[in-house]
């Protein structure tokens, strides 16, 4: 067998273990996920006829197309907080260890984790996205190719915060540490345009909300599906999703590949 299809075979097997643990153990996958559909269902029914204020009037149906796209990746950041815990629950059971000394491909321990951990976001956007659609939320001027496009970018984005959140599972001491050091992939689209635009922030606080990685994704995924302007924020989106990605997998297997304690 060939070193190629070693690592496939491997892979699916740990992809397999890792949803069927997400089968039997749903209550945090479920947990995570409410999270955004509390803040949708709060924000548009109860804050929604004076939060469109700030985005030109247009009542409460205005501001669900406005959040919707913003909610969509704040799920993506809730749910990958599931893969920090699952990882370091993993690691803290020695299971990591024993797989090392398996005669398995290597990287299939957490390539299981990865895919598995994106095909959860992916399957919590289309929920949100649903409860979106019941409460009003429309996008009737994109075509095939734009939400071909917003499909592509929500995958690539919900696979860069993976591997960050496996990093930061391979890096803590227990499951409640990951849960913690997660967070702020849950809190960062609060400071973002996902609510509100930007230039209805503090002025020194508008570059913090700007120059971050949720706020041009964002942008971009109201340009695609609602015919907003996207500017240069496609292009920046695709590379702080690239970096991400990198920066967690380089992270992820240099904890994986260090001798363990």
């Known amino acids: 067998m060939s070193s190629l299809s070693l690592a496939v075979r491997d892979s699916t097997t740990m992809l397999r273990r890792n949803l069927l643990h997400a089968r039997r153990y749903p209550s945090l996958t479920l947990n995570l996920l409410l999270t955004p559909i509390m803040l949708l269902l709060l924000f548009v029914y109860v804050f929604g006829d004076t939060m469109s204020a700030g985005i030109g009037g247009g009542g409460r149906g205005a501001y669900i197309a406005y959040i919707v796209p913003g909610l969509l990746l704040m799920t993506i950041g809730s749910t990958v907080v599931g893969a920090a815990v699952s990882v370091c629950t993993d690691m803290a059971e020695g299971l990591m260890a024993r797989f090392r000394t398996m005669a398995i491909h290597r990287g299939s321990v957490i390539i299981g984790h990865v895919v598995g951990s994106v095909l959860q976001s992916l399957v919590s956007v289309l ?126 297997k240099a904890q994986f590949d260090r001798d363990p304690k």
């Open 127 to 252: 929920l949100v996205g649903a409860v979106g659609v019941a409460i009003g939320f429309r996008s009737t001027d994109a075509t095939a190719l734009e939400w071909l496009a917003a499909f592509g970018l929500l995958a690539l984005f919900a696979l860069a915060l993976t591997w960050i959140a496996v990093g930061m599972g391979m890096a803590s001491p227990n499951a409640e540490a990951a849960g913690n050091s997660a967070m702020p992939l849950i809190l960062l689209p609060l400071i973002s345009s996902a609510f509100v635009p930007l230039d209805s922030m503090p002025g020194w606080f508008q570059p913090i909300a700007e120059y971050q990685p949720f706020t041009p994704a964002i942008e971009t995924l109201r340009g695609l599906l609602l015919g907003t302007g996207i500017g240069n924020n496609g292009w920046i989106a695709v590379a702080w999703c690239l970096g991400l990605t990198v920066l967690g997998y380089r992270w992820s």
